[in-house]
């Protein structure tokens, strides 16, 4: 049946038994989706009490300056709406499109942007909002970007750190969590544009992931 709609649900022994053709076939239908989920690494309650914590000290930092949120699409979007609330202080949200990944699970290493700044961020306090930090190599074109731009002061706030991966170091003021290097997706993040829906961070089953290319 299709218990797995109800809830956060853990895979089953299909994943033993089964090839890995027969897994994609099965689990990326509409109905089993969540039995891609290998498990859940980050539920929604710790993700709303870290998200809470990063507000507060957010509202601190930034007491009595003009602080911009440049979040980047489309990763970040329940993270950056999330965190908006949690910081008790007047700011503004602008949004940024980056690709680096299309549909595959391994970055290409080439970063362009697919939707630019909407605002001005010239003299402002600007906070980057992201979903992971992986390789790195994102955030330091963002970064590059967004100096180029003349903010009064850049800072980073990334949900995710997968620090395994990581080829371009930058500094990262906040942090979330730190993750093991899987891939992971949920609470925004994607697989080939899905299970961004998905309440809570999970890894992906490995046999789900399409191989790639050599
Ligand atoms: P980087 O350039 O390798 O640091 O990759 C940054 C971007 O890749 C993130 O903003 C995500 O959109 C995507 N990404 C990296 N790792 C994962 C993952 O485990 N799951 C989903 N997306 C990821």
Redesign the pocket.
Known sequence: MLNSLAGPMIVGTLFETASPDDLKTQYCGVHMWREAIQRVLISEAELHCRIQALGRVIATDYQGRELVFVA?LK?ALMFSADLARAVDLPLTIDYIALS??GNRHV?SGRVHILKDLSESIANKHVLIV??????????QYLWDHLMSHHPADLNVCALLD?RARRRVELPIKYTGFDVPDA???GYG???QQRYRNLPFIGILHPEVLTPEPR
């Open positions: 980047v990763g680096s990944y970055s992201e979903d992971i930090v992986d390789t790195g190599i994102s955030l997968k891939f992971v997706v993040l994607d697989y």
